[in-house]
T-cell receptor, first 114, second 108 residues
Framework: KAGVTQTPRYLIKTRGQQVTLSCSPISGHRSVSWYQQTPGQGLQFLFEYFSETQRNKGNFPGRFSGRQFSNSRSEMNVSTLELGDSALYLC?????????????FGSGTRLTVV | GQQVMQIPQYQHVQEGEDFTTYCNSSTTLSNIQWYKQRPGGHPVFLIQLVKSGEVKKQKRLTFQFGEAKKNSSLHITATQTTDVGTYFCAGLLNDMRFGAGTRLTVKP
């Protein structure tokens, strides 16, 4: 059974650019949540998608957006990158909506903004 | 910001000693989950607690959910070097909110 796949694994971008990250969940997992992990702030919730609908959104600026496709794959986009956006971005998937099942995390995308 | 508080931030123990991390919320949680993240890795789900006062065990790990469903703890008996990592709690409010984690190091 394939795990949660996040691409790319590493990314270096320049301030002002935009970036798109991808997450392919385990087969049968319809919920995809995104988290930003930094040493100082821990795991911060970005948003959750279920059946192509955004169910919840964390306290991040509008530069952070996401979507989910009919096959449950999800993408998140960050526009006008800032240095502070450098972090590990993790997607977490589960069969149903958040909290009812344990998450399976991907290995993350390490984004560095220079 | 964080609505689930976790302490301590760091814990260094001698192999064989016990370890406990605590998780607290200002509001009642629907459930609580625990995860372990090894250095350089990603969080891995350990367990979910749902009922008030619930206690679950996994070998040397004991998980508790408080009576008021506002706090939880993870206790490891006789730590081993394989226990090294960061332990996170996550509580369900409107979404899953993670504590800041407790980083455990074990000296052989």
């Amino acid at each position: 059974k394939a795990g949660v796949t996040q691409t790319p694994r590493y990314l270096i971008k320049t301030r002002g650019q935009q970036v798109t990250l991808s997450c392919s969940p385990i087969s049968g997992h319809r919920s995809v949540s995104w988290y930003q992990q930094t040493p100082g702030q821990g795991l911060q919730f970005l948003f959750e998608y279920f059946s192509e609908t955004q169910r919840n959104k964390g306290n991040f600026p509008g530069r952070f957006s996401g979507r989910q496709f009919s096959n449950s794959r999800s993408e998140m986009n960050v526009s006008t990158l800032e240095l502070g956006d450098s972090a590990l971005y993790l997607c977490a998937t589960s069969p149903g909506t958040s909290g009812n099942y344990g998450y399976t995390f991907g290995s993350g995308t390490r984004l560095t903004v220079v | 910001g964080q609505q689930v508080m976790q302490i301590p931030q760091y814990q260094h123990v001698q192999e064989g000693e016990d370890f406990t991390t605590y998780c607290n919320s200002s509001t009642t949680l629907s459930n609580i989950q625990w995860y372990k993240q090894r250095p350089g890795g990603h969080p891995v789900f350990l367990i979910q607690l749902v009922k008030s006062g619930e206690v679950k065990k996994q070998k040397r790990l004991t998980f508790q959910f408080g009576e008021a469903k506002k706090n939880s703890s993870l206790h490891i008996t006789a730590t081993q070097t394989t226990d090294v990592g960061t332990y996170f709690c996550a509580g369900l409010l409107n979404d899953m909110r993670f504590g800041a984690g407790t980083r455990l190091t074990v000296k052989p």
